[in-house]
């Protein structure tokens, strides 16, 4: 013999019951007629409604995009293309304004700076040796891959995706994110610019290659921080200043931990 008394006396884990003919009824207020009060008729009534309604948010999105495939369609007619052969062109193909191109291609001949601007800059100027400097830069350029790694920054479309590994490979800095690249371009544009001496007046004072490492990461890291703000701005990928200046306190505290 089976005593049930116990686990009947139990709360049940469900909603009550009150509550779910509420609930079913609010949802059957605006009918008319019984089924606005009636919950028999209020359950059968609202079941249909949420299934139509989810057809007709399937129904929506297809005729919008019948729609824009009319659009595009009409257009491209006019420049006597059509839609397929379109759609193709433009994923192979880089659409830049109103003209499409088949690729970008950054190199060292396509250089905005001439060599002999390049060739010295403010650092070496302030009596920084070049090994120094692109170590210096290097860091920089990691602190900023790992930062756009952390703030889970966009990476690029295929479009242009060969370009920004191209602009990558130019500078050995990591794979071809969009708003990274970015970022490292503006921070190598900075520097440039201005010397990583007078932005580190404790870098000359010190002996131990790591500690002078350090000391220069804690002077630029603002630089980094800066770059990584506005390049993500730029390739509308926006972060908040507040997200920004956590993740590089973040990696500051993982490298004082190395």
């Not at 249909?48 to 399937?58: D, E, G, L, M, N």
């Not at 088949?102 to 070049?130: A, Q």
């Not at 790694?149 to 990591?174: E, F, N, V």
């Not at 701005?233 to 926006?238: C, Q, T, Y």
Request: charged share 25%; glycine share 4%; aromatic share 8%.
């Amino acid at each position: 013999m089976v005593f049930l008394t116990a686990q009947l006396w139990l709360r049940s884990r469900l909603t009550d019951r009150y509550w779910r003919v509420q609930e079913v009824l609010k949802h059957a207020r605006h009918f008319r007629g019984r089924k606005n009060r009636c919950y028999r008729l209020a359950v059968r009534a609202v079941t249909r409604a949420f299934v139509k309604c989810t057809r007709a948010r399937r129904l929506k999105k297809r005729n919008m995009r019948t729609l824009w495939i009319n659009r595009i369609t009409a257009a491209s007619q006019e420049h006597g293309l059509k839609y397929p052969a379109f759609i193709a062109n433009l994923i192979k193909g880089v659409l830049i304004g109103d003209r499409l191109y088949s690729g970008v291609l950054i190199t060292l001949e396509n250089c905005l700076l001439p060599d002999d601007k390049l060739r010295f800059t403010p650092s070496m100027s302030s009596g920084l040796d070049t090994d120094t400097e692109t170590d210096l830069r290097v860091v920089g350029c990691e602190l900023i891959q790992a930062a756009g790694i952390l703030l889970r920054l966009p990476q690029s479309p295929p479009g242009i995706r060969d370009a920004r590994r191209a602009l990558a490979q130019l500078h050995c800095y990591g794979p071809p994110e969009v708003a990274m690249a970015t970022g490292q371009v503006l921070f190598q544009r900075f520097f440039y610019t201005k010397s990583f001496v007078k932005h580190s007046m404790e870098l000359l004072e010190t002996r131990d290659w790591n500690k002078c490492l350090y000391v220069a990461l804690l002077t630029f890291q603002h630089v980094s921080m800066a770059c990584v703000h506005l390049a993500s701005k730029i390739e509308e990928a926006p972060r908040r200043i507040r997200d920004v200046i956590n993740v590089f306190h973040r990696l500051r505290h993982l490298r004082e931990k190395k």
